[in-house]
Structures are given as structure tokens and as C-alpha cells.
């Protein structure tokens, strides 16, 4: 019974951790514009498939993961330059349909240039599963749940002890005030989208192994990890990981205690009942308006 | 008078080269773009090499042949009006196409008003069930891969079986079709689960059916990469002891590449040109298997794969039954068609009447287990 209660919470962490970290990348980019980034799903895709491909064509796999972060992250930067910057004085709408737009463009690229198969990529230590109180374990799934984990701190220290972190989060809070302090808001939103995508094609080359990429693999993970950011509150760090874990973790529950039927359906009844009870998240700030 | 007779013999000469050059014209309609890319695409590039090979030989009937084709991006309501324009402005002699059940089946009741011959490419029983007089198919059914699946856990004495399925469309249909089919081999299915086809982690139904008391072997019913996630899934959970069976919609060389290891062991039925190779030298197919298999792979530089052979039977049956009508009237080719007996394409061996617009046979699956990652052939 436990063994069994544990394999399910396994599979929801393992499933779970990749929500979050797509989830980060969207209230990262949320928090400096307002803008729900829609192609954050891409960031991941490209993530996890430049990395199967460059280690498929013999590049050493951290090399590979190397490289694969640092485009991702250009793409992320060119992104913002390119449709995001011309359209700045336009609204928050079109600036999320825009996303929309660069989205479907990355994916589009990506399908005629490295074609429509599925790439794998190798697991970082082994595949041989870890048995635990009954229940087995990938040894992938450690280190996604691990470096979830590790860049959460990460984050928290670079807004909380940098300059360039307090600039970003100054600028999240008054866009107007910041700029009178001297901070350069145009260069903090492009950074970032830059972060954002580092983020993204971090977390797509973890989850690779376990889930496999193709050039659509972003669209499921950008949308379940919109749900987990919402779910969380679109606040910080902590609120993004808490609602993929429990995403993740509800999904797996209703697969193996009640019918796997159901199981897709989890992301929209959860949403559905924070957007009725608590329409700021579960670790949204209280903010009152002012009239 | 010697210029005039070089003048009417050269307009002459143009006159029957140009009555000689009269082609005929196939008409297609595949979903190249769009989701069913992948099954559209091999399927037109098929079409267009084996098009351009005929020609080089001499054509039929002294006939060069013409593709027409229009791609559907994957919609069944634009399979339905270029169908129309091919029927009405283009004029073709027979029609190749639609790539998916939904798209045949916008273009079954026009070609059956027009009276056009019509081979489908689509993989359901409704296409051919019930028999529409125009409509023929190459591909194998679903129903077809569960029997022959069925007829293998007999053969090994199971009868207990866990269904595992995909949410798609062709798990869904699978699904269906192998509840229908299970009582007739005997077969219970004790557990019924299904997943998404973008799922990653699929170990909670594993655990369940695994967890169902008296289950002797486990079905997956799936397409692309979620069937390689189950495998893997399979091998985490140590569920190796019991067979595993997936169906024909994993059968190409990315499945085995993407599961890797986990994947010894598994049992599917396939059609021949997966394992062209292995194939024993005597076999009716192994010519045309591996002929197909090294024009593809010269031309593309990729492995063909299941969805090209079946455009490959279509536009061969075509030929064959343009060849003995004698010429493209389109009732006398019907009825050639119709009447093809002992054909031997990619797929299988066709023999069909006026009740089987398919007539293929379960022969036309070949049961294989993987082995230290490849197919090897179950006896």
C-alpha cells in the first residue's frame, strides 16, 4: 500500500519539477512586464532538443548542455530585440499575443530545420532505477528535482543580494520609480527574457531523459507550467515550485487512485477552483488597488 | 512537294506524339503539413519517386503517368474540396489519398457520385466497412493488429491481459477494436487504462495494472514517443517478468533507438518492411520489400517507413489495374481492381473481392520481438 502510495508521489515529483521550472521562467519574465510569455514552452523545447542533437552528433554531453543553454539564451535575448522591444508602448495583450506569434515562429523553425522526429538524450548517471521503501526511482528524477531546487536558491539570492537582481525587482514593482532612480528598465526587461529562456532550456534538458523532445514538446510543458505559475500565485520562486509539485503530484494521485481517464482533466478543475477561491494564487501577494 | 511531305510528316509525328503523350493522370491528396505530417509526407515523396521510375521505364500502357497533387495540411475539410478540383477541373483517372480516416471519408461520397476509382491510405475499418463501390484501401486495420496480437498470447498460453491505450485517435480506435476482438481468442482484459500522448511519466497506470490481480501480459495501443515512455517506465517499475505487446504503431527503428535497452523483450506486429532484411530469402515480399527499402533510402537518405509502403501499394495496384482494363475507363479499372488476386505489395499479399475492397489477411502482420535492439522475427 505505501509502496504504492510512493510510487505515485514519485512519478508526481519527477512530472511535477518540470512544471516548476517552466513555471519560473514565466513569472520571471511576469514579474519585470507583466507579460504572460508564451513561448517559454519553446525555451524549453529548444533547450532539450539542442542538447539531444549536439550529443547525438558527438559533442561530450556537458559541452553539449553548455552550448544548448547559452543559444537558448541568445534566442531568448533576440526574442526580446527583435518583436518585444518595437512593440514596448503597446498593451500588456498584444505583448502576450506577440509571444504567441514568436512562439509558433520557434516551433515552426525548429520542425523544418531539425525535422518532426523524437530525440533522446542520455540520463546523466545511468538508468538503473533507485529502489526506495518498495517504490523505484530514476536516478534523472533526483537531479531534476535537485537543480530545481538549486536554482531556486540561486534566484532568491540574485534578487535579494545583487544589484542587478534589486534593479529587476524594483522595476517589477514601479516601472516609473525605477527609471527615476536610474535604472535602465528597457535593459532589465531584455535580460530578463534572457533569463528566462536560460531557465527554460535548463529545465528541457533535464527532463529530456525521462520524457523525451521533439520540436512540439514545448507546447504540453509551456501550458502545464502556466497552470503551476498560476496556481502558485505568479509571485517568486517559492510559489512556482510549490504549484508544479502540486500539479504534478495531483495528476499522478488521480491516475492511480481514481481512473486515468481523468488525469488531464486535473490542471483545469485546480485552476478553476484558485481562479474562484483565491484569484491571486496560492502565494500571491495581497495587493490592494488603489483607486 | 518534298518540303510540303517533310512539313506533313513532321506535323504528323506531332500528332502522335502528342496523342502517345497523352498521360495519365493520378490525382492525390495527402496531409503532407500539419499534424498527420508524418504519414503524409513518406506517403508523397513515395508517390513522386516511384512516379518519376514508372516514367523512366516507358510509362503504362504507353502512357507517361501525371501526379496531381494537393496537400491537405492535415484537415479533412480541404481533403474534401481539393478532392472536388481533382474530380472537376484536374480531370484525374484515378485518385490516391487521403492520409487519415477523416480525410477519406470527406472524400468517399465524392468520388462514389463521380465514379472514380479511389484507394485510401487510412487506416480504419469504416473505410471499407461497410463495401462502397469506388473505395478501396492498402493500409492493415487496427482490428487486424489486435487478432494477430491475440493469436500470438494464445499461442503462449496467456489469456489475462492489461490494455494500456493512448487517448489519440488511433488508441482510441485501438482500444475499441481490441475489446471487440478479445472474447473471440479468448482473451479477458482485467485492466484498461489510458494515457496522453504528450504524457511523461506513465508509472502510476503501470503500478495499477501491475497491482491487478492475475495480469499475465500487458497491451499497449500507442503511437510515437508515449509507447517508448511506457517501455521505459516498464523497466523502472520492474515489470519485465510479464510480456509486453505493443502494437503496430511503434513499428519503426525511432521506437527501438528511443527505448533503448528496455525495450528486450517486447513482442508487436509489424508489416514486412520493417524487417526487409531479415526476411528469409524464399518470402513473396523480399523483392519488393527490399527494393523499396534501397530506392527510398538512395533517393531520401532516411528509412522508409510503413506509411510510404502503403502509397507505394496504392499507386502499384493502380497500375496493375490500369494494365489489365487496358485502358483508364474508369468502370473497367473498378472492376480490375476489384478483381486483383495474389498482389504482392509492401504490405502483404492482396486478394480482393467484391465484399473485401482490402483484401489483406493477418499474414500481412509479422510477429517480432525485440532482441538486443533489433526485430528479430517470432517463429
Not at chain 1, 264 to 289: C, H, N, Q, T, Y
Request: glycine share 12%; aromatic share 8%; charged share 15%.
Amino acid at each position: 500500500m505505501l509502496a504504492q502510495f510512493l510510487q505515485f508521489l514519485y512519478s508526481g515529483m519527477t512530472v511535477g519539477s518540470a512544471y516548476a521550472l517552466a513555471a519560473l521562467g514565466f513569472t520571471i519574465i511576469y514579474n519585470t512586464s507583466g507579460v504572460i510569455n508564451f513561448a517559454q514552452g519553446e525555451f524549453i523545447m529548444l533547450g532539450g532538443m539542442l542538447a539531444a542533437l549536439l550529443s547525438a552528433g558527438g559533442v561530450p554531453l556537458p559541452l553539449a548542455i553548455i552550448a544548448a543553454v547559452l543559444v537558448t539564451g541568445v534566442v531568448g535575448l533576440v526574442m526580446e530585440k527583435a518583436v518585444i522591444e518595437p512593440a514596448q508602448n503597446a498593451q500588456v495583450v498584444t505583448l502576450i499575443i506577440i509571444t504567441i506569434g514568436a512562439s509558433l515562429t520557434i516551433r515552426g523553425l525548429v520542425q523544418i530545420a531539425f525535422g518532426k522526429g523524437t530525440h533522446s538524450l542520455a540520463a546523466f548517471s545511468g538508468d538503473t532505477p533507485i529502489q526506495f521503501l518498495g517504490a523505484s526511482l530514476l536516478p534523472q528524477s533526483l537531479w531534476v528535482l535537485g537543480v530545481t531546487l538549486a536554482i531556486v536558491a540561486a534566484l532568491a539570492w540574485f534578487f535579494g543580494r545583487t544589484l542587478l537582481g534589486k534593479a529587476m525587482l524594483a522595476t517589477s514593482h514601479n516601472k516609473l520609480a525605477a527609471q527615476l532612480v536610474g535604472i535602465n528598465t528597457r535593459r532589465v526587461l531584455l535580460l530578463s527574457f534572457g533569463l528566462a529562456a536560460l531557465l527554460g532550456a535548463l529545465g528541457g534538458i533535464l527532463v529530456a531523459p525521462i520524457t523525451y523532445t521533439s520540436y512540439d514538446a514545448g507546447i504540453m510543458l509551456g501550458l502545464k507550467g502556466f497552470v503551476a505559475a498560476v496556481l502558485g500565485g505568479l509571485g517568486g520562486g517559492v510559489g512556482a515550485i510549490a504549484g508544479g509539485l502540486i500539479l504534478g503530484i495531483a495528476e499522478a494521485m488521480t491516475a492511480g487512485y481514481i481512473s486515468s481517464s481523468y488525469k488531464d482533466a486535473v490542471p483545469f478543475v485546480l485552476i478553476l477552483l484558485i481562479l474562484f477561491f483565491m484569484p491571486r494564487g496560492l502565494f500571491g501577494a495581497k495587493v490592494s488597488e488603489r483607486v | 512537294m518534298f518540303k510540303k511531305t517533310i512539313i506533313a510528316a513532321a506535323l504528323s509525328l506531332i500528332a502522335i506524339t502528342a496523342s502517345a503523350a497523352d498521360p495519365i493522370r493520378i490525382g492525390s491528396v495527402l496531409s503532407v503539413s500539419g499534424p498527420a505530417a508524418f504519414l503524409g509526407d513518406p506517403e508523397l515523396k513515395t508517390l513522386q519517386l516511384y512516379v518519376e521510375k514508372i516514367n523512366a521505364e516507358g510509362g503504362v500502357l504507353g502512357r507517361k503517368l501525371e501526379l496531381v497533387h494537393y496537400d491537405d495540411g492535415s484537415e479533412a475539410s480541404k481533403a474534401n474540396s481539393f478532392a472536388k478540383r481533382l474530380i472537376e477541373s484536374d480531370k484525374v483517372d484515378i485518385l490516391i489519398g487521403g492520409t487519415t480516416t477523416g480525410a477519406t471519408m470527406a472524400i468517399a461520397p465524392l468520388v462514389e457520385r463521380a465514379s472514380l476509382p479511389f484507394i485510401s491510405l487510412a487506416g480504419a475499418v469504416v473505410v471499407i466497412d461497410p463495401v462502397k463501390k469506388w473505395v478501396f484501401k492498402t493500409p492493415h486495420t487496427d482490428r487486424m493488429a489486435a487478432e494477430k496480437v491475440f493469436e500470438d498470447m494464445k499461442k503462449r498460453g496467456i489469456s489475462k491481459v492489461g490494455l494500456l491505450s493512448e487517448t489519440s485517435g488511433f488508441g482510441a480506435s485501438g482500444r475499441k477494436e481490441t475489446q471487440a476482438v478479445a472474447a473471440k481468442y479468448g482473451i479477458t482484459l482485467v485492466a484498461d487504462e489510458t494515457y496522453g500522448p504528450k504524457d511523461t511519466d506513465i508509472t502510476a497506470q503501470l503500478t495499477r495494472i501491475k497491482n491487478t490481480a492475475g495480469v499475465q501480459a500487458v497491451f499497449v495501443f500507442g503511437l510515437g514517443q508515449g509507447p517508448a515512455v511506457v517501455t521505459k517506465n516498464y523497466g523502472q517499475l520492474g515489470m519485465t517478468s510479464v510480456p509486453m505487446y505493443q502494437s503496430h504503431g511503434v513499428a519503426s527503428d525511432e521506437y527501438l533507438k528511443l527505448s533503448g535497452k528496455a525495450a528486450d523483450g517486447v513482442r508487436l506486429p509489424t508489416p514486412s518492411l520493417l524487417i526487409a532484411n531479415a526476411l528469409p530469402a524464399g518470402d513473396a515480399q523480399k523483392a519488393i520489400v527490399t527494393g523499396y527499402d534501397k530506392s527510398y533510402r538512395d533517393r531520401f537518405k532516411v528509412e522508409p517507413s510503413t506509411f510510404g509502403g502503403y502509397a507505394l501499394d496504392a499507386l502499384n495496384l493502380s497500375v496493375d489495374a490500369i494494365k489489365r482494363a487496358g485502358s483508364t475507363d474508369r468502370e473497367k479499372v473498378r472492376a480490375a481492381l476489384e478483381s486483383t488476386k495474389g498482389f504482392v505489395g509492401t504490405t502483404g499479399v492482396f486478394n480482393m473481392s467484391a465484399t473485401d475492397h482490402m483484401g489483406l489477411d493477418l499474414s500481412a502482420f509479422r510477429m517480432v520481438e525485440v532482441k538486443n535492439g533489433d526485430w528479430q522475427l517470432v517463429k
